[in-house]
């Protein structure tokens, strides 16, 4: 089994629940913004792309290449994302109608 599987199988809104009530030990919360996020490591990968290729043609190829990559892993996790919402969506309704 793959691990995006697993993602579903775990997806459950009592899971939602005990995380938001008990929580987990997470300590390293990223206060930066979306933004800043992003850039630092694109900043670190585009400076390290530069100093294994130096010429300016090959840097472009192997770029285009890691942005492709980074392009589908976007559009996979935004698409699991929403179905996850989705899902714990109609857990939600459907325990509203319960008597």
Excluded: W
């Excluded at 939602?16 to 670190?44: A, H, M, Q």
């Excluded at 290729?53 to 589908?72: G, H, I, R």
């Excluded at 559009?75 to 459907?94: H, K, N, S």
């Amino acid at each position: 089994m793959n691990y995006i599987s697993e993602i579903f199988e775990r997806l459950d809104i009592q899971c939602v629940r005990e995380f938001l009530l008990n929580g987990c030990n997470v300590t390293d919360i990223n206060s930066k913004s979306y933004i800043e996020r992003l850039k630092v490591p694109e900043k670190i990968m585009s400076s390290m792309l530069h100093d294994v290729f130096p010429d300016e043609k090959e840097y472009e190829k192997v770029t285009e290449k890691v942005y492709n990559f980074a392009t589908a892993c976007q559009d996979v996790y935004t698409e699991i994302g929403l179905q996850c919402g989705f899902v714990l969506a109609m857990q939600i309704m459907m325990n509203t109608k319960a008597p």
